[in-house]
């Protein structure tokens, strides 16, 4: 069932992470005022190349379908 499952954006991870687990202890059952004492980022890749924006434009046509779908089921859209 839905209830059992939370899904979560990297983006949202990344941006607003005390935020992030507080739906995430939430969805767990605890305490949701718990403070983690470092959130800093950790075994980020720091490698990152320029992808073409051709590529972008491909792979948003491809995926169109399936992530409309994907939005439709976790009732969320993650504009992808």
Do not use: C, M
């Not at 069932?1 to 605890?30: D, H, M, T, W």
């Not at 800093?40 to 491909?58: E, F």
């Amino acid at each position: 069932p839905r209830q059992q499952i939370l899904i979560l954006s990297s983006e949202e991870l990344f941006s607003k992470p005390v935020n992030a687990l507080r739906k995430v202890f939430g969805f767990l059952g605890v305490d949701t005022e718990f403070k983690v004492k470092d959130l800093t980022p950790r075994h980020v890749a720091k490698n990152k190349s320029v992808v073409h924006q051709d590529v972008y434009k491909y792979l948003n046509s491809y995926y169109l379908e399936p992530n409309q779908e994907l939005y439709g089921l976790v009732e969320e859209d993650y504009e992808w």
